[in-house]
């Protein structure tokens, strides 16, 4: 039987981005599979009373100048600081169910990911994801429609809330069994999980 990695995100979040990357090599290489969970990072920073690290200005700064940069040399992976950030992720988040419910939700989250963290793009705002969608091939109506049904909203709503009951406080969490692991530079040790 696969190991299963549960991967809590929000598409915000550039640490995520980061671990998205690496949970998709570390999912192929080993044959493991990915459970994603969408979670709506804000509600989760409330509900714990965390705080986001640019919140925190010298960590901020330390993040932006060195963190980052040095996590998208070392995976070797396209990254800009997204200069609209911190970006509303309400809709996009949402938007993850939809795109389940529509069955295309890799495809989604691949453009989102991409849109946020390589393009920079400020996909709170919907004419900018409305474009976006439609470049990338994906039924931008069918989406944002979708998007503003009450099924929809509740999803996202109890699935941060499934975060919170689980331990998250942040953004990525992952889970391998009842084991947590916190940041995208713990997916060392979920790799050595799942590889054995």
Not at 98 to 117: C, D, I, P, R, S
Request: aromatic fraction near 12%.
């Amino acid at each position: 039987m696969n190991q299963q990695i549960d991967f809590y995100f929000d598409i915000g979040s550039p640490t995520a981005y980061f671990a998205y990357g690496e949970l998709k090599r570390i999912a192929s290489t080993y044959n493991a599979d990915i459970a994603y969970e969408p979670m709506l990072l804000g509600a989760v920073h409330k509900a714990t009373n965390n705080v986001s690290p640019g919140a925190v200005a010298a960590k901020g700064r330390y993040m932006l100048k060195y963190d980052l940069p040095r996590y998208a040399k070392l995976y070797g992976i396209p990254f800009i600081m997204n200069p609209h950030f911190p970006i509303n992720t309400l809709t996009i988040m949402r938007g993850c169910f939809a795109a389940k419910k529509m069955g295309v939700f890799e495809k989604y989250l691949t453009v989102l990911f991409n849109a946020m963290w390589v393009k920079g793009l400020n996909v709170g705002v919907e004419e900018i994801l409305r474009t976006e969608l439609i470049e990338n091939g994906l039924d931008a109506d069918a989406l944002l429609s979708l998007i503003e049904t009450d099924d929809i909203k509740a999803e996202l709503k109890l699935n941060t809330q499934k975060a919170v009951k689980k331990g998250c406080f942040g953004a990525p969490t992952m889970f391998v069994g009842d084991e947590m692991f916190f940041g995208q530079d713990r997916v060392f040790f979920i790799e050595d999980m799942v590889k054995v």
